[in-house]
């Protein structure tokens, strides 16, 4: 545990569970609608389902900035502690629930306390990883929210064989286990930034300054703008991909969330492996290489979304996932380490929950709206035009970054 060599990694792989329950205990919620309907029945409007889908994006946007600034001031381990803990008690009572409301308001809560996580996650990998393996870093542990995606995707399966009360059950449970295992074995690492500091006897900086050299940061704003339009195609699978593949497809739910949660997941894997190395030895010849790795997965989920929303064979749509997954997550690995070329240790926390709260409410439209759309029967052209969004934010991430340093401070 204390070697300097190993333990950076023993830390990405403790926050891979908690990145896979994170995302395992959102997701399942999208491919359980068929089961939960029976006992709920407000949840046969697809309109509803897409306000039950929103809520916790919402919510989740609007804490993020505040659990980035926590993330940057108090320690890291025992908000990630204390987040995992939170959620998988809700995951765990969302089994009780009875009505539309109770599952509505849960859901809700469960937006407050996942969004501490992501933010303090990030941050505390991006400290223990330099630049020669800071993507590679990332990446992986980005593979374990694809893998919650994924094992998310069985719970309409699990629903089927038990019950969906049972199957929020016992995954609340296994969170609350590994919370009490993290307690144990990950610890926080002062960051460097903090270390100059204390050396100078300098005070931090306030919430209020922090925000202000964040917002007067112009490379900050383009990152912004290139990570809101991508979340729009990234929310889009998570939440509506089961349903399009049932819909385009003509399989139940119960096959088609499995289907379509594997294939972006196991694709995705591939994804940040290969843009975590590639970025990781770009940079050392080009400090422009993570911006170029991130523009090009990005770029293949162009055509991948086109096949998504006109496909009606299982041939392309699994196809099409399977470019998606490898472009994203090529994506993925790099938001943090390019956030790092520009923005200070101190603030990246703080940084990267503005972020997510831009990328988290562009996803809680697009999902609203896309529930709209399904009502109406164009959730296929819906997935389709947003191809032409990523195309315009791709140039744009082209033109207008230009790192300096791979590690800004």
Same mark, same amino acid.
């Given at each position: 545990?204390?070697?300097?060599?190993?333990? +950076?990694?023993?830390?990405?792989?403790?926050?891979?569970?908690?990145?896979?329950?994170?995302?395992?205990?959102?997701?399942?919620?999208?491919?359980?609608?068929?089961?939960?309907?029976?006992?709920?029945?407000?949840?046969?409007?697809?309109?509803?389902?897409?306000?039950?889908?929103?809520?916790?994006?919402?919510?989740?946007?609007?804490?993020? +900035?505040?659990?980035?600034?926590?993330?940057?001031?108090?320690?890291?381990?025992?908000?990630?502690?204390?987040?995992?803990?939170?959620?998988?008690?809700?995951?765990?009572?969302?089994?009780?629930?009875?009505?539309?409301?109770?599952?509505?308001?849960?859901?809700?809560?469960?937006?407050?306390?996942?969004?501490?996580?992501?933010?303090?996650?990030?941050?505390?990998?991006?400290?223990?990883?330099?630049?020669?393996?800071?993507?590679?870093?990332?990446?992986?542990?980005?593979?374990?929210?694809?893998?919650?995606?994924?094992?998310?995707?069985?719970?309409?399966?699990?629903?089927?064989?038990?019950?969906?009360?049972?199957?929020?059950?016992?995954?609340?449970?296994?969170?609350?286990?590994?919370?009490?295992?993290?307690?144990?074995?990950?610890?926080?690492?002062?960051?460097?930034?903090?270390?100059?500091?204390?050396?100078?006897?300098?005070?931090?900086?306030?919430?209020?300054?922090?925000?202000?050299?964040?917002?007067?940061?112009?490379?900050?704003?383009?990152?912004?703008?290139?990570?809101?339009?991508?979340?729009?195609?990234?929310?889009?699978?998570?939440?509506?991909?089961?349903?399009?593949?049932?819909?385009?497809?003509?399989?139940?739910?119960?096959?088609?969330?499995?289907?379509?949660?594997?294939?972006?997941?196991?694709?995705?894997?591939?994804?940040?492996?290969?843009?975590?190395?590639?970025?990781?030895?770009?940079?050392?010849?080009?400090?422009?290489?993570?911006?170029?790795?991130?523009?090009?997965?990005?770029?293949?989920?162009?055509?991948?979304?086109?096949?998504?929303?006109?496909?009606?064979?299982?041939?392309?749509?699994?196809?099409?996932?399977?470019?998606?997954?490898?472009?994203?997550?090529?994506?993925?690995?790099?938001?943090?380490?390019?956030?790092?070329?520009?923005?200070?240790?101190?603030?990246?926390?703080?940084?990267?929950?503005?972020?997510?709260?831009?990328?988290?409410?562009?996803?809680?439209?697009?999902?609203?709206?896309?529930?709209?759309?399904?009502?109406?029967?164009?959730?296929?052209?819906?997935?389709?035009?947003?191809?032409?969004?990523?195309?315009?934010?791709?140039?744009?991430?082209?033109?207008?970054?230009?790192?300096?340093?791979?590690?800004?401070?």
């Amino acid at each position: 545990m204390k070697d300097k060599k190993i333990y +950076p990694w023993i830390v990405v792989a403790l926050l891979w569970g908690v990145a896979l329950l994170n995302y395992m205990d959102r997701q399942m919620l999208s491919t359980m609608k068929d089961s939960m309907q029976i006992d709920i029945v407000e949840l046969q409007s697809a309109t509803n389902f897409g306000r039950l889908m929103a809520i916790f994006l919402w919510i989740y946007g609007l804490m993020s +900035p505040v659990a980035g600034m926590i993330g940057d001031r108090l320690n890291r381990k025992w908000l990630i502690v204390g987040s995992l803990f939170v959620w998988s008690s809700v995951t765990y009572l969302m089994g009780v629930a009875q009505t539309f409301d109770q599952i509505y308001w849960l859901r809700a809560l469960m937006g407050v306390s996942e969004a501490l996580y992501i933010p303090a996650g990030l941050s505390l990998i991006a400290d223990y990883h330099s630049g020669k393996s800071r993507s590679l870093a990332v990446g992986l542990h980005m593979t374990g929210l694809y893998t919650g995606q994924a094992i998310g995707g069985f719970g309409a399966t699990v629903a089927a064989a038990f019950s969906w009360q049972t199957t929020f059950h016992w995954f609340g449970v296994v969170g609350i286990v590994y919370a009490v295992i993290l307690i144990f074995f990950l610890k926080d690492k002062k960051r460097e930034s903090e270390l100059q500091h204390q050396e100078a006897s300098a005070p931090k900086d306030s919430v209020l300054t922090s925000l202000k050299k964040l917002m007067g940061c112009g490379a900050f704003w383009v990152i912004l703008l290139y990570f809101a339009a991508s979340s729009l195609p990234g929310w889009a699978t998570k939440n509506w991909l089961p349903t399009l593949f049932s819909e385009n497809l003509g399989m139940p739910m119960s096959e088609a969330g499995p289907i379509s949660t594997i294939t972006i997941a196991v694709s995705s894997f591939v994804g940040v492996l290969l843009g975590g190395s590639l970025s990781d030895r770009w940079v050392q010849k080009n400090l422009k290489g993570r911006v170029y790795t991130s523009a090009i997965g990005l770029g293949l989920t162009i055509p991948s979304l086109l096949l998504l929303g006109m496909g009606h064979h299982v041939v392309s749509a699994v196809g099409a996932g399977l470019l998606f997954g490898v472009g994203f997550g090529m994506f993925d690995a790099n938001n943090m380490p390019i956030l790092c070329q520009f923005v200070s240790s101190r603030q990246r926390a703080t940084a990267y929950g503005v972020m997510n709260m831009t990328g988290v409410f562009a996803g809680a439209a697009i999902t609203d709206l896309l529930g709209q759309w399904t009502d109406g029967g164009n959730l296929g052209t819906g997935f389709a035009m947003l191809s032409v969004v990523i195309a315009v934010v791709v140039c744009c991430l082209l033109f207008f970054l230009r790192p300096k340093t791979d590690n800004a401070d």
